[in-house]
């Protein structure tokens, strides 16, 4: 049976206005810094090729450091770190991008703080999925599917996949459902990984979309509503998700090991097919189809 959600520490009230423009992308007036200071603070000297040794009084790297490995002067970097400089050339975006080993998600998100490409400045296609991809989930796939938006909406959903997140109050956003949803920490094994692959999804939403009102809707909301969820907002990981394998403990069916796919629809840019397959011969695969056809699972 679904339980509510509960607020797991909402924000103080006076400030949920200035949370809200620094958290949600709505101002853009500190991304750069704000972006480049949370990615210095998350790489170690060591996986850098820099000696850990000495004083450290922060986190990460020194100012200094990424400034030497980006071969640009330590005075231009803090620059860009308290926001007096905010259009750095192609060639430092690049050079800063190889210091802070950045993957192709995150480079590509630092281009676009700096430079926003106006082919990516979108807006997502309807909410409204189509018939086809409809009957797809629903009688063609035997396994838990569901229809996702860029903002981790769920569009559409086939009978097992309802089945699959029976143990929640509402079926209708990933992101707010790992969040605010109290059932989510039992039902997810690896509850901190989930949360921030959930977050680093929408961050790379948000870099492909960066017009689309509700991505910024629902980042506000997540912000206002989850102390854990603006933590790791502020420590702008960027990961679209694309494939995995979870493990999810359901109150009725048991431990379900499963691999996860996102299947991108052609038609309709940002929403993409959820499919959770479940690993042969695990004993939470018929459990699920059991549950979802009403009946009692084995036992």
């Given at each position: ?10 924000a ?49 790297l ?11 002067s ?8 308290q ?15 190889r210091?802070l ?5 995150a480079?590509?998100?630092?281009f676009?703080i ?18 086809g991809v ?22 559409a ?20 459902m790992v969040f605010?949803d ?12 989930v949360a ?5 999804s929408?961050?790379?939403?948000s870099t492909q ?11 506000g ?9 603006a933590?790791?907002?502020a420590?702008?990981e960027v990961?679209?998700?694309v494939e ?6 359901h109150?009725?069916?048991?431990e ?10 052609s038609g309709?840019?940002?929403?993409r ?7 042969p011969d695990t004993?939470?695969?018929?459990a699920?189809?059991?549950?979802a ?7």
């Amino acid at each position: 049976m679904g339980v509510s959600r509960q607020r797991e520490g909402a924000a103080h009230p006076s400030n949920a206005v200035e949370r809200e423009s620094s958290l949600t992308g709505v101002v853009h007036d500190n991304d750069l810094a704000d972006f480049l200071r949370a990615r210095r603070r998350s790489l170690a000297p060591e996986e850098a090729g820099l000696d850990p040794g000495g004083d450290r009084r922060v986190a990460g790297l020194r100012r200094e450091e990424v400034a030497e490995l980006a071969g640009v002067s330590a005075d231009y970097y803090r620059r860009l770190e308290q926001g007096r400089e905010r259009h750095p050339s192609h060639q430092v975006l690049v050079s800063l991008a190889r210091a802070l080993q950045l993957d192709d998600h995150a480079s590509r998100h630092l281009f676009e703080i700096v430079m926003p490409a106006t082919h990516f400045a979108r807006t997502c296609s309807p909410r409204e999925v189509s018939d086809g991809v409809r009957l797809l989930i629903e009688h063609s796939l035997r396994v838990p599917a569901s229809v996702v938006g860029p903002a981790s909406d769920v569009l559409a959903i086939n009978r097992l996949a309802a089945a699959l997140y029976s143990p929640f109050a509402r079926v209708d956003n990933l992101a707010m459902m790992v969040f605010l949803d109290s059932a989510a920490r039992d039902f997810y094994t690896d509850w901190e990984t989930v949360a921030r692959t959930s977050v680093a999804s929408l961050r790379a939403a948000s870099t492909q979309f960066p017009r689309e009102p509700r991505i910024a809707e629902v980042i506000g909301e997540l912000s206002l509503e989850s102390k854990c969820f603006a933590g790791l907002w502020a420590e702008h990981e960027v990961r679209p998700r694309v494939e995995d394998e979870k493990v999810f403990r359901h109150p009725v069916a048991g431990e379900l090991r499963v691999k996860f796919e996102a299947l991108s629809i052609s038609g309709a840019p940002g929403q993409r097919i959820y499919v959770y397959t479940p690993l042969p011969d695990t004993p939470g695969a018929q459990a699920l189809t059991e549950l979802a056809e009403g009946c009692a699972p084995a036992g």
